[in-house]
């Protein structure tokens, strides 16, 4: 391991006192008398579909970093006209009082009056402008090499009803986890969680002490507060730093409504319910806006009860997954423990002291209560507790955005926090009364400076250079307490308390405009630091001993970027890209230790220094040595190459994408092979309770053997992306998607051992009839899934996925959980715990129910493979005037039961969503 020194250290103060010298000098130039800059004219004419003007449309100019340059109206012949525009590229949006809209790109340059005419629709074939692919710019995604994917507020508002995760079902590329009821994040081209990076208007949301298989707090962001999420595909460390191996997921929330003149206020309020979890919740959003300043305020809340599933079944219950009986025998259609509360607000606030000059501050908390991992309990492990306490969020930032600062054409300084708590109590043994109950207490402190400018330079180049600094310090405190004496003693935490985090780096990109209006080419670099170091000093003993060792790592890579997009002309773009990304281990790579989110016990390398240990050659408990010393973990890099078919014209929309990302030193969790004798020895806090031949070993808080964190691999996922939009008529619309994914160790040609899995073969179909001119509109949406058969050992043994089961594990829910539940009754006997106990549903004894589970195995899956999926949807929308909007959907009409890969609860059942939305 390396030693904690001063010369760490160094790099990381140097950066953070070059960005606070570059953010004073920036504001002493705002401050500053300069020169008037030579401006630009945007102007054109906004009209319905069917031609006719539309007076009063409010348009508005966004800066790449969603930083309000100008606003509108349009007159009563539908002109509109922005004089003395900064040049640059810009958002131009357009809204009228009765819900339609559009979104371009434009491009102004000093000296010419730029000419663009708008028609606003109601739904667009497909969001076409992105403002995150190249940092700082504004494109239309025609003009880009690599992929992204747009999805508006209106998409929003119709999906995300129980969280954020629910927005991105239903789009090429990505899919859908949810692990918890409270707990989901996203997929991006197979990769999920700490492989895909998470910013909200640019500020790094993502920490390094986010886990690997699950993603905590995404959805503690609301979506009620944002116009829109854009999602990078592929590996894009060299825009946004680490992690983004799979993708990277843009959160661009609502801005201040600036005016040209007067005073502006705007209001919306949302109500829906749900029937698939009875649940319901509220949201309020109101803005206001003078030339000069301006604000949007958001409130939401939600209150989410328990989930009925396809079928009324839960297909991974603890019932099913150890007696092979339906759940609803057992405790009804609704599925306990997934009922929860939330609350969420946010503040947006903009000042514009002169022309040029733009200050933004925003702060947004969410908070859940009340939620629990269902996967834990009767949905899964068979657990008596398993709680999610108290996560809650405070994210903020202030952000000076400039125009001709110190010689460059605009600057961005952003200074940001981000503190991210949680509260987990956690029972384990498969419901064992006996078993210590361990309390965990976490706070992630996140505090972030970044920096960028551009300039144009001759031969249409657009140059942007930057750099930008996290640090993350982690709090945590865990208790163990008996549950029939109540005395409560130190554990160990799952990542050491006073761990911290560095991650910083320095980037330049180019876009140039090869050949105009047909060739433009991108290209972008970076140098990233990431540093880590925990310190056995910061952390309490427990019975008298050290439980975390004194440990620090420092890791550095280049990463980078080269794609070009080529206008073959009539519609047709060929594009392609090239990508390296980089995923140093985070904390929980490095310190983890304890019981995780999956319900495995798992440690990092410095816990068994010294001890011979070794790595198994799978995730489960048929795994023997490799004869691969455990040693402390190494980044993973990928390498990642795509090719694109676009063809749009004013009907149509459709992309075909092909790309294969090599990733190197996988990271994953194997099983711990230890040498013989290790029985009575401790893990952490834990004693080694039993050890196989192999040398695998087990301790009381989980069934299946420990498992270490290591660079076990190298895998390969490749894949089709593809999608269709096409106007068919004025009012009919068809729009479609299909992804197809494949992944494989690069070694064996197996199913590599990346948690979360691989999602299968997906697509859907919708089909939306909305008459111009009319205030309904109806769609059918038909979505579905292949089944999955690549699954490795680790997603087998994933209770989420394959839910393995064994002999031993059968045996302890039949005499813990199920007989706390009351599930058995004594036998013949009269007596509680012994030989002849029944299981009351069927009669059975243990033995017998063991039998007919695995027969003569010593254990099996539940699922060995992930079935397919369909469902039929249908949704629709009214709008009463220009105030109220109505929008009802009929979801899994046909009552599949189903879930997406690496989640763990069902897919909601047969659902009735209800939204009603009035504007102030």
Not at 107 to 134: H, N, Q, W, Y
Not at 486 to 507: D, L, M
Not at 807 to 820: K, L, P, S, Y
Request: proline content about 5%; some cysteine; aromatic content about 8%.
């Amino acid at each position: 391991m390396n030693q904690v020194n001063q010369a760490d250290t160094k790099p990381f103060l140097a950066c953070l006192l070059f960005l606070a010298w570059l953010l004073g000098e920036a504001c002493a130039t705002t401050l500053a008398k300069t020169p008037v800059p030579e401006s630009a004219t945007l102007t054109g004419y906004v009209r319905n579909v069917n031609g006719t003007p539309v007076a009063q449309a409010r348009l508005t100019l966004l800066t790449a970093r969603q930083t309000v340059a100008a606003t509108t109206v349009s007159a009563a012949d539908g002109r509109y006209l922005f004089d003395d525009v900064t040049p640059g590229t810009y958002e131009l949006v357009a809204a009228t009082s009765d819900g339609l809209g559009v979104r371009l790109a434009v491009s102004l340059a000093a000296g010419i009056t730029t000419v663009r005419d708008l028609t606003v629709l109601p739904t667009p074939v497909a969001e076409t402008v992105t403002v995150t692919a190249d940092v700082g710019l504004v494109q239309d995604k025609d003009e880009l090499g690599q992929t992204v994917t747009v999805i508006p507020a209106g998409r929003l508002q119709e999906r995300a009803t129980q969280g954020l995760a629910q927005a991105f079902a239903e789009e090429a590329g990505l899919s859908v986890q949810q692990t918890s009821a409270t707990l989901g994040g996203v997929f991006v081209r197979g990769l999920v969680a700490s492989r895909v990076s998470v910013f909200v208007d640019g500020v790094r949301y993502t920490t390094g002490a986010q886990r690997g298989g699950i993603s905590t707090f995404f959805n503690l962001l609301e979506p009620g507060s944002l116009r829109g999420v854009e999602v990078l595909h592929g590996p894009h460390g060299a825009q946004y730093g680490s992690d983004s191996l799979g993708g990277s997921v843009q959160l661009l929330t609502a801005t201040a409504p600036l005016t040209t003149g007067g005073f502006v206020f705007q209001g919306e309020s949302t109500f829906f319910g749900i029937s698939a979890t009875s649940g319901f919740g509220h949201a309020t959003r109101l803005s206001f806006g003078t030339p000069r300043f301006g604000g949007v305020v958001n409130l939401a809340g939600r209150r989410i009860n328990t989930l009925r599933a396809g079928g009324g079944v839960d297909s991974r219950a603890a019932v099913t997954r150890f007696f092979d009986l339906p759940s609803n025998r057992f405790y009804g259609a609704r599925q306990p423990d997934t009922a929860f509360t939330e609350y969420a607000g946010s503040l947006k606030a903009v000042a514009t002291p002169r022309a040029g000059h733009q200050f933004v501050v925003h702060y947004q908390r969410g908070q859940q209560d009340g939620g629990q991992r269902s996967d834990q309990l009767l949905g899964g492990d068979g657990n008596l507790l398993a709680k999610l306490g108290n996560l809650m969020l405070d994210f903020g930032y202030l952000r000076y955005d400039g125009q001709r600062v110190g010689g460059l054409d605009s600057v961005t300084v952003t200074g940001s926090f981000n503190i991210q708590r949680e509260e987990r109590i956690n029972q384990g043994g498969q419901g064992n009364p006996q078993a210590l109950i361990n309390a965990q207490y976490e706070r992630t402190r996140a505090v972030g400076l970044a920096l960028s400018g551009a300039k144009t330079l001759p031969g249409r180049h657009t140059v942007l250079g930057g750099a930008d600094v996290y640090r993350d310090v982690m709090r945590a405190r865990a208790f163990d307490a008996h549950p029939v004496t109540g005395i409560a003693t130190a554990a160990r935490p799952r990542v050491p308390n006073g761990a911290y985090f560095n991650n910083y780096g320095f980037f330049v990109q180019d876009v140039w405009e090869a050949v105009p209006s047909r060739l433009r080419l991108a290209a972008s670099l970076r140098y990233g630091v990431a540093s880590y170091r925990a310190r056995a000093r910061d952390n309490a003993l427990v019975g008298g001993r050290a439980v975390v060792e004194d440990d620090s790592v420092r890791t550095a890579a280049w990463t980078f970027r080269f794609s070009g997009a080529w206008q073959l002309g009539r519609g047709w773009v060929l594009a392609g890209n090239v990508a390296r990304g980089f995923r140093p281990p985070n904390m929980t790579d490095l310190g983890s230790l304890g019981l995780q989110g999956n319900g495995v016990y798992e440690i990092a390398a410095p816990a068994v220094a010294g001890r011979q240990a070794f790595i198994g050659t799978t995730a489960d408990a048929s795994a023997v040595s490799t004869g691969l010393p455990v040693r402390q973990v190494i980044p993973e890099s990928s390498l990642s190459y795509e090719g694109s078919l676009r063809y749009r014209n004013g009907r149509m929309d459709a992309d075909l994408t092909g790309f294969v990302t090599n990733i190197n030193d996988l990271l994953t969790t194997q099983t711990l092979i230890l040498p013989p004798g290790a029985v009575g020895t401790r893990l952490g806090t834990e004693i080694i309770t039993a050890q196989l031949p192999t040398g695998a070993v087990f301790v009381a808080p989980a069934t299946s053997p420990v498992r270490v964190r290591a660079n076990f691999t190298g895998a390969r996922i490749y894949g089709v992306e593809s999608s269709l939009g096409v106007r068919l008529t004025a009012s009919w619309s068809l729009s479609g998607n299909f992804t197809w994914l494949h992944a494989e160790d690069r070694a064996t040609g197996r199913p590599p051992d990346v948690e979360g899995g691989t999602p299968p073969p997906q697509g859907l179909l919708r089909l939306r009839y909305q008459p111009p001119g009319r205030a309904w509109w109806v769609e059918g949406v038909v979505a579905a899934a292949h089944r999955q058969t690549r699954l490795s050992s680790l997603n087998l043994d994933d209770r989420r996925i394959g839910a393995a089961r064994t002999r031993t594990q059968i045996q302890n829910f039949f005499r813990r959980g199920a007989t706390v539940r009351g599930f058995v009754e004594a036998g013949p006997d009269g007596r509680l715990g012994t030989a002849d106990d029944r299981l009351r549903l069927t009669g059975e004894t243990l033995a017998q129910v063991q039998a007919r589970v695995l027969g003569a195995v010593a254990s099996a899956p539940l699922f060995p493979r992930l079935p397919g999926w369909a469902t039929l949807n249908l949704r629709g929308g009214y709008r009463f005037g220009e105030r109220h909007h109505l929008l009802v959907a009929l979801d899994n009409l046909l009552d599949q039961n189903y879930r997406t890969i690496s989640s763990g609860i069902d897919a909601p059942g047969r659902n009735l969503t209800v939204r009603y939305t009035i504007r102030l």
